[in-house]
């Protein structure tokens, strides 16, 4: 790699606007500088003290500061991913060092529970893979890569006409995800909290149309014929050709579609707003357009979080979904302290807790399955 390529990766991953593969091709960089795993520090100053000595001893390049970054956070994120896969930028710093206990609290995995037409519910994560049911003329089948499958079988007309008429329900626990291939190949990702409407079968149907709540991605075969609809309440997303992200949850204020490719409109009752990649549509009362940061909205179907300045308490809620938690703030000025980060939805919780505990003022405690997030003491940063 050459120096102008690793300072445009640096000062990329500096400002929080590096890609996943951005990230990786940095972090292969690093590793191929020198780094082993047994002799990484295990003491984080030395491990960012170490990443600007050899970033200077690799390249000659200096990290800049800026207003808002701190050549530290590069270190610290660059280490991060060397370290554990996963890169957290941080906006601000105290001069000291927090420790964190580990904690029995897990990441979420795939697990969700699907409703049968009939009322049948079955566990899918201690369901045993291949055929777990037949309705109609369509095959459910749980895959060995863990998503759920409907396939469309030969059969007579009325067994795919008693298909089309039965709905079934896919449902995401807390720590739950999952992904669908619907009997359209339609792809959809369920995020944790979420639950997916549909019927079994669109033979006989004049509109795909299903329903969501909570968050899901969606990645549509397109039917010109036969449009396929995302109904969250009173909103309505209809695919043109496309992939899609809507967040749709109950605790949220407003509901969300981001458009990933391709074309899509979304109505609330009124006319349909046609949304370009990019875009992302809220409803609360009316829809409003504005530019979306498609990698962050996107990130946690790449096994990814990724926050850009986000709001502690929003922060609190992606967490508390995924890693099946309750959270409580003492201190309610926390609630709008913004943070910047992108780092793995499946390290220890306390890992996470700890790189943003030193990143602001909240100070994180978990007691049993509740996180305390109270003020820390005002410490003075080194210019």
């Known amino acids: 790699m050459d120096l102008q390529r690793i300072n445009e990766l640096i000062n990329k991953l500096g400002n929080g606007t590096a890609s996943l593969a951005e990230q990786q091709e940095l972090m292969d960089w690093y590793r191929a500088t020198g780094y082993q795993d047994a002799a990484f520090p295990g003491n984080e100053e030395q491990v960012q003290q170490e990443l600007l000595q050899r970033i200077h001893h690799a390249t000659g390049l200096h990290p800049v500061r800026s207003p808002r970054y701190r050549k530290w956070a590069v270190a610290a994120s660059v280490a991060l991913l060397c370290a554990t896969g996963a890169g957290l930028y941080l906006s601000r710093r105290h001069a000291t060092p927090v420790t964190y206990a580990t904690t029995a609290v897990k990441p979420g995995s795939n697990q969700a529970i699907l409703t049968l037409a009939n009322g049948k519910q079955i566990v899918l994560s201690t369901t045993a893979n291949g055929n777990i049911a037949t309705q109609g003329n369509v095959r459910i089948t749980k895959a060995a890569n863990g998503q759920l499958l409907y396939e469309v079988t030969t059969g007579n007309t009325g067994a795919d006409t008693t298909a089309a008429l039965a709905y079934n329900t896919i449902s995401t626990p807390a720590g739950g995800q999952y992904k669908i291939v619907l009997p359209d190949q339609t792809t959809v990702w369920l995020n944790s909290m979420s639950s997916l409407r549909f019927p079994v079968s669109f033979s006989h149907t004049k509109e795909r149309r299903v329903e969501l709540t909570g968050e899901g991605y969606f990645d549509v075969v397109h039917n010109e014929a036969q449009p396929f609809?995302?109904?969250t309440g009173a909103f309505v997303t209809e695919d043109i050709g496309t992939a899609f992200n809507i967040k749709a949850?109950?605790?949220?204020?407003?509901?969300?579609?981001t458009l990933v490719k391709g074309a899509a409109q979304v109505t609330a009752g009124g006319a349909p707003v046609?949304?370009?990649?990019?875009?992302?549509?809220r409803y609360q009362g009316g829809i409003s357009?504005?530019?979306?940061?498609?990698?962050?909205?996107?990130?946690?179907?790449?096994?990814?979080?990724?926050?850009?300045?986000?709001?502690?308490?929003?922060?609190?809620?992606?967490?508390?979904?995924?890693y099946n938690v309750q959270y409580v703030f003492e201190d309610e000025s926390l609630r709008k302290e913004t943070y910047g980060a992108v780092t793995t939805r499946f390290s220890n919780i306390a890992t996470l807790l700890n790189l943003m505990e030193k990143a602001g003022t909240a100070r994180f405690r978990i007691d049993g399955n509740t996180i305390i997030i109270s003020k820390k003491k005002e410490l003075h940063s080194n210019p």
């Open 274 to 281: 046609l949304l370009k990649p990019g875009q992302q549509a």
């Open 289 to 322: 357009v504005t530019a979306a940061n498609v990698e962050a909205v996107t990130a946690w179907k790449e096994g990814y979080f990724r926050f850009d300045d986000d709001a502690l308490e929003d922060i609190m809620k992606t967490i508390a979904r995924w």
């Open 229 to 231: 609809k995302v109904v």
């Open 249 to 257: 949850y109950a605790d949220e204020n407003n509901i969300s579609t």
